[in-house]
């Protein structure tokens, strides 16, 4: 039987995440299995609890209204919760980035 190696993410938040969650820079997450969206946010909110709701509505799980997904520059915003991060992501290379979207003129 092969062991499921556990995959340590990077992940930037915003200053005001960061503030909540009492963190100064960037955070990571160790992951088992597939490394998704919804794998990232899930490990985040477990180790950062009072991040739940923040990012994600807490009953339908959907990303809020002005919160953007990026990363290796590519806006991942309107992908699949369930598909997989880019390689660099998953291997640590690159950071899982949540960013507050800006609206108006």
């Given at each position: 039987?092969?062991?499921?190696?556990?995959?340590?993410?990077?992940?930037?938040?915003?200053?005001?995440?960061?503030?909540?969650?009492?963190?100064?820079?960037?955070?990571?997450?160790?992951?088992?299995?597939?490394?998704?969206?919804?794998?990232?946010?899930?490990?985040?909110?477990?180790?950062?609890?009072?991040?739940l709701g923040t990012i994600?509505?807490?009953t339908t799980a959907q990303?809020?209204?002005?919160?953007?997904?990026?990363?290796?520059?590519?806006?991942l915003s309107h992908e699949?919760?369930?598909?997989?991060?880019?390689?660099?992501?998953?291997?640590?290379?690159?950071?899982?980035?949540?960013?507050?979207?800006?609206?108006?003129?």
């Amino acid at each position: 039987m092969t062991e499921q190696l556990t995959d340590s993410v990077r992940v930037v938040l915003p200053a005001h995440l960061r503030a909540l969650a009492e963190v100064e820079d960037e955070i990571r997450v160790d992951i088992q299995g597939e490394v998704t969206q919804r794998s990232v946010l899930d490990a985040v909110e477990a180790a950062f609890p009072m991040l739940l709701g923040t990012i994600r509505d807490r009953t339908t799980a959907q990303r809020r209204p002005f919160v953007r997904f990026f990363a290796c520059a590519e806006d991942l915003s309107h992908e699949a919760p369930d598909a997989p991060l880019p390689a660099r992501v998953a291997e640590g290379e690159e950071p899982f980035m949540v960013v507050g979207a800006m609206a108006g003129g």
